[in-house]
């Protein structure tokens, strides 16, 4: 007989949408000899518990399989009869990059996920069970950060109705140097998440505001049509506000566009179509559409 582990691991961002670990490593693990080892109770996950190498090391002898998530966080392992059916599994998870991470970053970060029972279901010649797991939002942006990482979630809405506006170009900007940190699409709902390496300063350049360390950029934002035409842009002061100084690792930043007040009187706006048409008038004109 076989056995055989489907699931998957994802993450939480900012409580706003889930983050598939993709190519993270899983690990499944005899339980030690002695059951006083395991980790917090059988079946209960709570957050990711980091492990020094040392402890890793340590328990490599029980290593049962493993395997690397796909892009969507699914896994698939297997492995031969080699434990008794209702011994406890202990489940652990290595991430050495997410998306956005920067190349060449060399980290290998090992986390225990925590200890459970799966049920076992038997078909044909193998026993099959399901496991997921999903990592609080918290935890998830301390590790982003670790990895210098940063994501930044959210919807673009019309200022006036909050209509979603979709099929457009959001860019994030760094208000302390002007660069572009990072860009992605909106979907038809408006929804985007931005994802960029990012570095946080040294410590004695690290921003401090109302009583907590603030490591990341301060960010403003643009929004282009598909074809790469501006379509509205925040001032470089934004950046200053106080809920885009210093952004965390995982971010929620909803935007609602204004247009410019020339443009405000000519064509009511409610949602992305009406936008582009009037950038690309714009761009007949010779103009660029700012607010």
């Given amino acids: 007989m076989s056995y055989q582990l489907i699931g998957n691991v994802s993450a939480l961002i900012c409580d706003d949408g889930i983050e598939p670990l993709a190519h993270a490593t899983l690990k499944v693990y005899l339980p030690p000899i002695h059951t006083a080892q395991l980790p917090a109770r059988n079946g209960v996950f709570r957050e ?16 049962l399989a493993s395997v690397k998530l796909d892009v969507e966080g699914n896994f698939r392992l297997s492995w031969q009869e080699m434990h008794l059916f209702t011994e406890p599994l202990e489940i652990d998870i290595c991430i050495e990059n ?32 399901a ?7 918290e935890c998830w942006t301390s590790i982003r950060h670790r990895l210098q990482s940063w994501a930044i979630t959210g919807v673009l809405r019309h200022y006036r109705n909050h209509s979603p506006i ?17 860009e992605a699409f909106a979907n038809e709902q408006g929804r985007f998440r931005i994802r960029f390496a990012f570095e946080p300063p040294h410590r004695h ?8 360390i603030r490591t990341g950029p301060d960010v403003f934002f643009k929004v282009l049509t598909i074809e790469g035409f ?7 002061s934004e950046g200053l506000r106080d809920d885009r100084l210093g952004v965390p690792a995982c971010s929620k930043q ?4 204004k247009p410019s ?14 936008l582009v048409q009037i950038a690309r008038l714009r761009r007949g004109a010779g103009g660029v559409m700012v607010s």
């Fill in 48 to 63: 990711p518990q980091a492990l020094p190498e040392a402890q890793v090391a340590a328990k490599a002898d029980r290593l």
């Fill in 98 to 129: 997410v998306a956005g991470s920067r190349k060449g970053l060399s980290v290998s970060l090992h986390f225990n996920l925590g200890v459970f029972v799966p049920h076992w279901r038997r078909s044909k010649e193998r026993y099959i069970a």
């Fill in 131 to 137: 496991f997921a797991y999903i990592i609080p939002s």
């Fill in 166 to 182: 979709g099929r457009v170009l959001v860019q994030a900007f760094n208000a302390r140097n002007g660069k572009k940190l990072g």
């Fill in 205 to 212: 350049l690290l921003l401090v505001r109302n009583g907590q």
């Fill in 230 to 236: 501006l379509l509205w842009s925040e001032d470089r």
């Fill in 254 to 257: 909803d935007i609602f566009i």
């Fill in 261 to 274: 007040p020339i443009l405000k009187s000519m064509i009511p706006l409610s949602g992305w179509r009406q």
